[in-house]
């Protein structure tokens, strides 16, 4: 993989004196989950989330602290999703027939579709968790990124009890992401395998591979594939 930025998609220190701390966990998160949801398309990422044979078409969105996100099942049958963050809340709701209805919290962690992907790791939650933690630097595919701890928040829905996330230091995207369990047992892990640049200062996600394991013992148990369509005017492809 030669990935070779031609801008930054957020100068994280800004404001910072040199060498005097690390950079802000909070910034470098903030960015990565916008370019994860695309905020400079219109039309949002499409792409498709794929397990064996199975192909489930799937859009993204977000606008603000709100993101929407849908996705095709059933042969045909179009589901959509609400999410609004606040800074100490979360509200998921699905949108059916035009009307909105709360999304129950124990379904959080159901599979999309019979795929790797819950509706948490799609809504990509964990990147709103509050306090994220500064970890340090690690190389991911030979790609430099920051290392980011996040904890879920007492009394919150969901598998995950622990979320690390790199983040290139660089483009700004998430190039790795692993969830553990209360034992600190690995659940799942989201592989970046390609990366695109759609705007002067953005690049998002293009490939990545969901792996689920037992958190027992580590093993790999299934995998789905997400990939993600190149929008119209969007740049060059930033990992070979």
Request: net charge positive; hydrophobic share 40%; aromatic share 10%.
């Amino acid at each position: 993989m030669n990935f070779k930025p031609t801008v930054l998609v957020i100068s994280l220190f800004a404001l910072l004196p040199a060498a005097a701390q690390p950079p802000d966990p909070k910034a470098i998160l903030e960015g990565a989950r916008m370019s994860a949801t695309l905020t400079k398309l219109d039309d949002g990422l499409s792409g498709n989330l794929r397990m064996g044979n199975q192909k489930t078409p799937v859009t993204l969105f977000l606008k603000g602290k709100d993101i929407q996100f849908q996705f095709t099942e059933n042969k045909g049958a179009l589901r959509v999703f609400h999410m609004r963050i606040g800074d100490a809340d979360f509200n998921l709701f699905e949108i059916i027939d035009g009307k909105t209805k709360n999304f129950p919290p124990e379904k959080l962690v159901m599979p999309i579709a019979g795929t790797d992907l819950t509706y948490e790791d799609l809504a990509l939650r964990f990147f709103y968790w509050p306090n994220p933690t500064f970890e340090g630097r690690e190389d991911v595919g030979g790609q430099p990124c920051y290392k980011i701890r996040v904890d879920k928040p007492r009394g919150t829905a969901g598998r995950y009890e622990v979320v690390y996330v790199w983040v290139h230091t660089t483009a700004g995207a998430f190039m790795k992401i692993r969830g553990h369990d209360k034992n600190g047992g690995l659940v799942k892990e989201f592989q970046v395998e390609d990366i695109m640049q759609i705007a002067k200062d953005v690049w998002t996600l293009r490939k990545m591979q969901v792996a689920t394991h037992d958190p027992a013992n580590g093993r790999r148990i299934s995998i789905t594939d997400v990939t993600f369509d190149t929008p119209k005017k969007a740049g060059p492809r930033g990992l070979r």
